[in-house]
Every structure is written in C-alpha cells, then in structure tokens.
C-alpha cells in the first residue's frame, strides 16, 4: 500500500475535533504521514462546521483557500467531512468543483479508504447513518499534552426551534460507560490533568442506554482516575438533577464552573425556542447551585432577535443577567437555518435590530464579568499553566472559571521557571481587557 501525506484541518467545536483526531488516528494506522500543514500534502481533509451562517462562511472561506493550494500545485487532493459535506452535498458539488471528495458525518470512519481512492483518481462521496457511528477508537490528541476532550455521547434529540444538530449528527446516543473509562484512563496515563467532558447535552448522558448509567456514575468513576481537574460541557437546565449537583458538589476534581446554555429568559420566547425549562425553573436551578457550590461559576449561551422577540423580550432577558450576574456568556444572533422551525416563524427579527440587541447584550456581560473579576483582586487562585507569553512578557494560564478557547487568561509572573501544565497559586494583583494579573505565591510550598 502506498503511504500518503495527509493533512487536516478541524473546523467548528471541540466535538468536532474529536472526531479529527479519530480521523487522524486512523490515518496514522494504515500508514501513512499526518500532518497540520496542507501545504505541499498528498491530501488536505478538512473537518467543516456547518452549524449556523458564520460557520458555513467560515468553512467555504477554507475550502477556497485550499482551492488556492491545489491551483498552485502545492495540494494534490481536498476532502471535506463533516457538518457542512452533510448539509450540502448538492451545492458543493455543483459550487465547488475544487473539492475532490465528500465525507458525511456518518462516514469519517471511511477517511482511509477515501483518501486511497482519492489518490487512485476516483471521487469518494460517503454518507452513511448519522444515527449509527462509530465513535470508539483510537484518536490523535491535537490538545496540548495537559488537556484532553472526552466525547461521551453523539447526536442530540432535543429539537430545539433553531437548531439543525439532529439533521446534522443524527439522535442522542450515548456511548458506553466501560469504553469511555478505558479511553480516560489511557488519557490520564498519557499525563492529561485537565478532562473536559463534551457532548451535546451530558446531562442526558446514559439515558438512552436503559441500564441505569447516568451522568453521575460516570463523573464518579472519573473522579477516581489521575486528573486533577474535570471540567463539565454543556448541561442542559431541566436535566440537572439534585444528585448530580450533589456529586458535582462532593467530588474535588470537577471544577466548579457548569456551562449550561438558557438561551433566553423570557418564557414566550423559551416556548418558541422549544426549550424546557421556564425562567422561574432557571432562576430556581441557579439558586440550588449556589447554595450547594458557592464559588460556583456559570457559563451560558444566549441567543437575540429569535423571532417575536421585542423590545420587552430583550430588556427581560438583559434584566435577568442583571439579577443573576452570571459570570461568563456566549451570546449570539439569531440565524434562521434552512429546514428548523424558526426560520419559518412569522414576526422575523430585523437582522439589525437583532445585531444591536447583540451589542448590548455583550456590553452588559462584559460589565458583569469586570464586575466578578474585581472580586478576585487580592485573592489567590489556583491556575494551570499554559507556558510563556513572548508578547506579553509573562507567563499564561487558566484558573477553574476559565476554560480552553473560550474565556480569559492569568497574566502572571514568576521567579522561577513554570513549566506548562504544572498547576501554580497566583496572587491576583490587576485586570485587564478581561484577563487577571497576577504572580506566583509561595512558589516551594506548591512545588512540594
């Protein structure tokens, strides 16, 4: 067999990585050369998101820079996988002849054989059930060496009004207790000390099996392994139970930082969404959470300018954030995606008004979170290293309330070399544009 030099390209979410990486390993198995950089490869797979407009923008915008690689010869081949091969094969086809091949979201177990005939002059188009995947296996871990993702279900069958996932990844399917503590201790063995456990919705993990595993087992099991930090995305409001605060409250290594997506607070616009869970439900769930985890922090996503959302919609949902002073929020714009129940609402949003809404909302978050950061001048927090900034002159990390790629850093300083991944306690001294400052404390009492 002819070995090939194989480049990929993640695009989209963390669960989207993963399933780079799996493709990656199975790549690495049968031979041939892997690489990050597609330039002067046999073949660029590139992973797409296809989620909501910016992702798609996103994803074409590579498609056509690889375009460019191939123009100058320096890329034999381009495969697209993933969300946006899955969304539109049609339109790729007849759009975009530079790409070579297609992969469905049900299919990248197939990478091998399609990057063989791709190079053999056939175009591979693989599409299989995206309701039956195989989501065990070996992966090439693309994080950096101290933090791993792990993917513990697949799919999602919520129905939310304004999302296409379940067209997209299929159902929610959960994969199997003894696999996922096979792969975490394998991760913890490799010296991961911060897991960040994905899916979809986790809280509904386990569920679908019908043999009593749920989230709580799981993080309890994990909790016996070498890591040092568990970090938890994304729990749905009405599936977090009592007893999974309970463990999430006991076990020392979850962080106390919950990233659980409310999208709105008005109840209207909830029931238009197809969400669960009412404000009051919400407000309820915040409160058994601060009083059971006090340092608790709290990451969600909010969407404007859903479809019936006025003036009185929006200024409820900026008065909750007010009241409740969550500490980190994603907030997005509404995007009417072909095929979801929103995008064929009446009362459509001025796209405008919508992006002001968003403005503001940012605004009044960011204000909320200079607001908690102020409360951590003076204190001492532990931080994971993440190495040393050249531009910034110090060193760079993440406390608990931070996670990877998406909220702030610890700018800090130190005496001593600290090695990335070493877990340190830094005196937080300043603030800046969002991220901490700060120096090492008692560096030979953390040492030893």
């Not at 993640?10 to 031979?31: I, P, W």
């Not at 690889?66 to 790729?92: M, N, W």
């Not at 309890?220 to 463990?247: M, N, S």
Request: proline fraction near 3%; charged fraction near 25%; hydrophobic fraction near 40%.
């Amino acid at each position: 067999m002819n070995s090939y030099q194989v480049a990929f390209l993640s695009l989209g979410c963390a669960k989207n990585l993963v399933n780079t990486e799996q493709m990656m390993a199975l790549c690495r198995d049968a031979g041939h050369r892997v690489t990050g950089d597609p330039d002067g490869a046999d073949v660029a797979v590139l992973n797409t998101c296809g989620f909501i407009e910016s992702a798609k923008s996103e994803a074409i915008d590579s498609i056509l820079e690889l375009a460019e690689l191939k123009k100058a010869g320096r890329l034999k081949k381009l495969l697209v996988a993933g969300c946006l091969s899955q969304r539109y094969p049609d339109e790729i086809r007849d759009e975009l002849p530079e790409v070579d091949g297609l992969l469905g979201t049900g299919s990248y177990t197939d990478v091998v054989s399609a990057v063989e005939q791709l190079m053999a002059g056939r175009r591979p188009e693989r599409f299989g059930d995206i309701h039956h995947t195989v989501e065990d296996g070996a992966r090439w871990v693309t994080t950096p060496p101290y933090t791993a993702y792990l993917k513990i279900a697949e799919g999602c069958s919520n129905g939310c009004a304004f999302c296409v996932i379940p067209r997209l990844r299929g159902r929610y399917r959960s994969r199997p207790m003894a696999s996922l503590l096979a792969e975490a201790n394998g991760l913890a063995e490799r010296g991961v000390k911060e897991l960040i456990v994905i899916a979809q919705d986790i809280t509904r993990y386990g569920l679908d099996l019908g043999d009593g595993t749920t989230l709580e087992k799981l993080l309890e099991e994990l909790c016996k392994l070498d890591f040092h930090w568990i970090r938890l995305h994304y729990l749905y409001p009405e599936a977090v139970t009592d007893g999974l605060i309970q463990v999430i409250a006991r076990e020392q290594k979850i962080v106390h930082y919950l990233d659980i997506p409310i999208q709105h607070a008005n109840d209207g616009i909830l029931k238009a969404m197809r969400r669960r869970s009412t404000k009051a439900e919400i407000e309820t769930l915040f409160a058994k959470l601060r009083a059971a985890i006090p340092d608790v922090v709290i990451r969600t996503s909010l969407i404007c300018g859903l479809p019936g959302e006025g003036e009185a919609e929006f200024e409820e949902l900026c008065a909750f954030l007010r009241e409740q002073k969550i500490q980190r929020a994603g907030v997005f714009q509404f995007s009417p995606e072909e095929g979801t129940l929103a995008a064929a609402m009446e009362n459509q949003v001025d796209g405008d008004i919508a992006a002001r809404r968003v403005e503001l909302a940012v605004d009044l978050q960011s204000r909320i979170m200079d607001e908690y950061n102020e409360q951590r001048l003076g204190s001492c927090m532990e931080v994971l290293c993440e190495g040393f900034d050249t531009d910034a002159g110090c060193y760079v990390g993440r406390t608990y309330a931070d996670s990877i790629d998406i909220d702030g850093r610890v700018l800090f300083t130190a005496a001593e070399l600290v090695p990335a991944g070493e877990f340190v306690w830094v005196r937080i001294t300043g603030m800046s544009d969002g991220d901490l400052m700060g120096e090492i404390e008692e560096v030979s009492e953390w040492r030893e």
